[in-house]
Each structure stands twice: as C-alpha cells, then as structure tokens.
C-alpha cells in the first residue's frame, strides 16, 4: 500500500479508537459518519431521542480537528439566524456582519422538518454551494463545511418533511438504532460512576488525530483505492434498477452513483485496503439509495417497504467475481 493511503488508514483506525471512548457501541453509524466526511459530503441522520446524535457530531468535531455548531430548527426560525445579519455599529458608524452559525465546519441541523421550506432552503442552497450569500454580500464557508442534518422518524405532527428533490443532496440517510442491552448496561455503569460520555469528552480525554486542515488533503488519498471496472458496473446496475422496478415511483438520480462510488473508497480505507470489495458497496446500499426511492403508493398500502425493495435489486444484480 502506498505510504500516502497508509496514513489515511491510519488516521481512520485512530479516528474510530477515539470517538469509541464516547460513543458506546453504534460502529456502523460511525462507519457511516466517516464515509460521509471523508467523501465531501452531508447526511441525514434518523433516530428517536437521546440516541446520542449530538454528542456523536460533538466528538467528531473534536477528534477531526474542526470547530461545531448547533442549530435547533423551529417552526418561527428565519433564514437570517443561520446565515447571519449585518447590523449598524454606532461607533464606526457603518454595517458589519454579525455571523450566523452556518460559518463553521460541522454543523447539526437539529430536526430540520421542523422550520418552514423558505428556512430549509437557506441551509440547502449553502450546502450545495458552499457560500452564503447576505444582503447581496457572498461570503465563503468553510471548505469542509458538512452538515448533519437529524429527522425524528416518530414526531410527524407539526412538521414541514423535506421535499425529495431536497434528500438527494444528502449523501447517504444514517439510521440510529438504540444501543443494545450490553451497550445500554455499560452506559448505565459509567454514568453512576461519574465517567458519563459527556464528561469523558468534556475533560479532554479525546484526542484530535488531525487538523481540520488535512482533511482535503487526506481526501485525495483515496485516489489510490482500486474499482475495478465491474465493480462500477455493479453499482450502476443496481442505480439503474431502481428506477425500472415495478414497486417503484421514483428512483435514485445519478447523484447516487457517485456518492456511491466515493463511499465505497472510503469504506475500503476504514478496512485498510487499497481496493474496493463488492461488501464495500453492499453495505452502503441502504444508506445510499434509502432516502431516494419513492414507492408506489397501492405498493406501499400493501405494506412493501423501501429496505425490502433494496434487497429484491441486489438479488437481481450478479455480484462481480
Ligand atoms: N451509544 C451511546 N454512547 C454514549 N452515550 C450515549 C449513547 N446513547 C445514549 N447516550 C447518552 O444519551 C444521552 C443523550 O445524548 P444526545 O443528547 O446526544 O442525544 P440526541 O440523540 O441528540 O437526542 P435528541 O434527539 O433529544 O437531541 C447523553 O447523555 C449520552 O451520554
Ligand atoms: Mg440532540
């Protein structure tokens, strides 16, 4: 392997050991975390409360170098508080802006659907483009600018769902499961001991195990990791499945091949291997394509569900030798 992809490995390896001493368990949702980032892009996170999605997105901050932000959507938020305002300072007699919490490096959405789609849009827009643009002033954000944007699957009433259109621009759809029991008793133990996971990262146990700087650098890295042609033939096929299958209303654009295709590098780097394996592209085939397809309504009354859908294409497609 080359000295160049081996520190990407390396630093992912590292990466992992410190968010574990966070977060207890949840390793594909990390995994997935990871994928995201190192691929440039943004995620959808789902899970019920108290699952530990913020403190996931705080120690990330933390062990990747890069600084955090938190915005809470509410029905009355306006696009201004995200992006910020220009106000009037008296004593230099002139406009200067006052920064909203876009400008930072990772940036929690905190339920999303809950702001009108004029607030939404503000955020969206920033994500695809990288800048903002107030008062007709466009200011650059930062150029790792990710953001994870959370849904709560159970909380539908008094809520603006994203447009579909909207979820393509989120690379992959993290589901959250709750820990399990051994995990839950272990979390139970540290919090009567005083070591609860807040207080772990709070007193600057967890160690960055890189600057935020690096990060494009280290993207580039990935080059290196191997796809075999029939392996991006693979990939397609499945893509294009879904769009001709019968249960199927709307299928994946082709915003999902390459989210695909840069996922499944990073998910060989994370397993330390300079090529691509048909489980890379396996394993991502839910959080890639989940949140793209639409069913059918009469197929979706029957009960069919878009992860049953998932696995009759990847039955369909021959796995490459
Ligand atoms: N897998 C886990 N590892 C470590 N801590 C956990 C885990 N699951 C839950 N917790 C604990 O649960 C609590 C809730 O975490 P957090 O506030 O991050 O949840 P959340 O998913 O953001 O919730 P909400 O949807 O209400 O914002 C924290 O005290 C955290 O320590
Ligand atoms: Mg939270």
Redesign the pocket.
């Known amino acids: 392997m080359h000295a160049d992809l081996e520190h990407l490995t390396e630093i992912l390896t590292r990466a992992r050991a410190e968010i574990g001493k966070?977060?207890?368990?949840?390793s594909p949702v990390i995994d997935q975390v990871l994928i995201c980032i190192f691929s440039g892009q943004h995620a959808l996170i789902e899970?019920v409360?108290?699952?530990?999605?913020?403190?996931?997105v705080r120690t990330l901050a933390r062990v990747l170098g890069s600084d955090f932000n938190r915005i809470q959507f509410t029905p009355d938020l306006m696009p201004a508080d995200i992006t910020g305002t220009n106000v009037f300072n008296m004593q230099l007699n002139e406009f200067s802006l006052i920064q909203g919490p876009i400008f930072t490096t990772f940036l929690l959405a905190?339920e999303i659907n809950r702001a009108p789609a004029k607030t939404q849009s503000a955020l969206l827009q920033a994500m695809q483009e990288h800048s903002v643009t107030i008062d007709r002033e466009t200011y650059p954000l930062s150029p790792n600018f990710t953001v994870f944007a959370?849904q709560?699957p159970i909380d539908y009433e008094g809520t603006y769902p994203l447009p579909e259109a909207q979820k393509d621009r989120f690379m992959l759809k993290i589901q959250m499961p709750f820990?399990n029991r051994e995990?839950e008793i272990i979390?139970a133990r540290r919090c009567l001991g005083q070591e609860?996971?807040?207080r772990i990262l709070e007193a600057g146990e967890v160690q960055p195990v890189m600057q935020g700087e690096d990060l494009v650098k280290l993207r580039q890295f990935l080059e290196q990791i191997h796809l075999k042609e029939e392996l991006i033939h693979y990939l397609v096929d499945i893509v294009r499945k879904t769009r001709a299958h019968e249960s199927v209303l709307v299928g994946a654009g082709p915003r999902a091949v390459q989210a695909w295709l840069w996922g499944s590098r990073v998910a060989a780097a994370l397993d330390q291997r300079d090529f691509v394996t048909p489980d890379d592209i396996k394993s991502l085939a839910t959080p890639i394509l989940g949140h793209r397809l639409i069913l059918r309504p009469e197929f979706e009354i029957e009960g069919l569900t878009v992860p049953e859908v998932l696995d009759s294409i990847l039955q369909e497609v021959a796995v490459p030798k």
């Open positions: 966070v977060i207890i368990g949840q899970g409360p108290g699952v530990a999605k913020t403190l996931l905190d959370t709560n820990p995990e979390l609860s996971p807040e």
